[in-house]
């Protein structure tokens, strides 16, 4: 973002972050890019003070309300108050920047001194042989565009990058033109070369109202078979597109810019055709402006020590004294930004409904211990429940697994983890949910696994296994009211496909399938070495 607040003052030029600035009373636009307009929206509500042609812009293109926009006419002055009682006034006048359709630079005169702010511009030795600036005789802040400020850059005038961008359009005549741009910029350029190559301009629907209010010479069409010379936006010149428009007709393009742009594509050629100032044009206008210090527009790079020869010296540092009136402004500005801002947080946020599944307490299932299954012998309590086949074809609709503990058939679900009894030889049996009916003890299993540290050297079967467990046993009581739920022989359940749990870290339902499929193979593998 390229803006800035002026120390000691209520004046903020493209800088629009209001709640950084609660004591600037005047804002000013240079122009309308993108880098200098970042947080300037239909939602703004300060004063903005511009170029007639950046005023249209600007209502155009971010729906700015028409009463904070205030046009001023370039290259007169402008008297604007300072304070709420008018007291202490600024003088602005607006400077063409040659920078692109309504850019500015702004120079301030006021209790502060005579600053400069260039924003970003195209130096002409005109500019100082006109006023105001050929009256000035001293600049005591120079707000300097420093987006070419290096020696080893060498940048032609953008006439002499039009005379390169006219030869190759000539080197190819039987190819269509196509010109990467910005959203606003470099308009005489398209101009030129559609008086030079007697053709249209194609254009975008969107950019052809924007150059309506431009009120630019009428070569632009959005009949794209009318011109050779396709404008698009810069971002559209890729490789992708590079082939497909050649697949239609031979095309070049043509990226009239100075910064450091990869090519991917023989057919595209970028000229350095800048609107910023080349450091030798900046070099020029320094020298013959001699001000007294010099800020960069663009803050990540320094310029002055590359100008420290032409500045003038100040014996003692320039102070500025600020008016009473203008601190007691821009005090009160501040502490109103600041109940604004605490009174955005007083303001109660809306209460939400719950999202995602919730789970019911222990305390809400008096038959279900955390950490193990436990039936209470209470009839009253599981009255509720019933098996009729009505109920277990609608709960099991619902995938809600049944069995019975007498001779009934268990399916095996993921929920089931059975643990090796050494003593007896035999599988303990334990599920995650288990509700026993009043009359023939149907148990309820949940779809999900239970697994705590007692388990670590349980097996764990699978709802997708094809074999059934058939309960031979019958269901013993064990302290703490813990449900055991039946005994299986080693031998008869020899063939069923139990996965040992080795590791800790493997049990879960994401490495289930896996381990499941491990051990399949493993298993077989013995059946055939037997």
């Not at 643990?419 to 599920?431: A, G, P, V, W």
Request: proline fraction near 6%; hydrophobic fraction near 35%; charged fraction near 25%.
């Amino acid at each position: 973002m390229n803006g800035t607040i002026i120390p000691e003052t209520p004046i903020a030029v493209d800088f629009w972050q209001s709640r950084r600035c609660n004591h600037v009373r005047l804002f000013f636009l240079s122009h309308m890019h993108s880098d200098h307009t970042v947080g300037l929206s239909s939602t703004w509500k300060h004063p903005v003070y511009c170029s007639p042609v950046t005023a249209k812009v600007l209502k155009h293109k971010l729906q700015v309300n028409s009463k904070w926009i205030k046009p001023l006419e370039v290259g007169q002055c402008h008297m604007l108050p300072l304070d709420d009682i008018g007291k202490e006034t600024v003088t602005v006048t607006l400077i063409d920047a040659n920078h692109c359709p309504g850019s500015v630079m702004f120079l301030f005169e006021g209790y502060f001194g005579t600053i400069l702010y260039t924003g970003d511009f195209r130096y002409s030795p005109s500019m100082l042989d006109c006023p105001p600036l050929k009256d000035k005789s001293i600049i005591d802040i120079l707000y300097l565009d420093n987006t070419n400020c290096d020696p080893f850059i060498l940048l032609p005038s953008r006439q002499e990058a039009t005379d390169q961008i006219k030869e190759i359009i000539e080197k190819h005549p039987e190819h269509d033109i196509v010109i990467g741009l910005y959203c606003i910029g470099k308009e005489s350029l398209l101009v030129e070369l559609a008086k030079t190559f007697k053709s249209w301009v194609v254009v975008s629907p969107q950019r052809l109202e924007l150059l309506k209010i431009l009120e630019l010479e009428d070569v632009f069409t959005v009949d794209g078979e009318a011109g050779r010379i396709h404008v698009v936006d810069q971002s559209e010149v890729t490789y992708v597109n590079m082939v497909q428009w050649n697949r239609v007709c031979p095309t070049i393009a043509i990226l009239p810019t100075s910064r450091k742009v990869k090519v991917w594509h023989r057919a595209v050629h970028v000229v350095p055709y800048s609107d910023h100032s080349a450091f030798d044009e900046l070099t020029e206008f320094v020298s013959r402006l001699k001000p007294y210090s010099i800020i960069p527009v663009v803050k990540t790079q320094q310029c002055e020590p590359h100008f420290k020869q032409y500045l003038r010296f100040r014996k003692e540092p320039h102070k500025v004294n600020i008016p009473e009136s203008v601190k007691t402004f821009m005090k009160n500005q501040h502490l109103k930004g600041k109940e604004e801002a605490l009174h955005l947080f007083k303001v109660p946020f809306p209460k939400r409904a719950a999202r995602g599944v919730e789970f019911e307490s222990p305390e809400k299932r008096p038959y279900c211990n955390v950490g193990s299954c436990s039936i209470q012998n209470n009839q009253e309590s599981m009255a509720h429940l019933s098996d009729t086949e009505a109920d277990l074809e609608e709960r099991q609709e619902i995938g809600v697994t049944f069995m019975s503990t007498r001779n009934a058939e268990m399916p095996l679900c993921e929920s089931t983890v059975i643990e090796h009894n050494k003593d007896r030889t035999s599988l303990e049996i334990s599920t995650s949910y288990i509700a026993d009916s009043s009359e023939d003890n149907i148990l309820e299993m949940a779809s999900t696994i239970f697994w705590s540290p007692k388990h670590r050297n349980g097996t764990l079967i699978s709802e997708t296994s094809p074999e059934v467990i058939s309960v031979i046993g019958s269901t013993s009581s064990t302290p703490n009211s813990t449900l055991s739920i039946t005994y299986l022989d080693l031998q008869e359940a020899s063939h069923l496909p139990i996965l040992p749990l080795k590791k800790q870290t493997n049990f879960g339902p994401q490495n289930f399938h896996n381990q499941v499929e491990k051990y399949f193979k493993k298993f077989h593998t013995n059946d055939e070495l037997c």
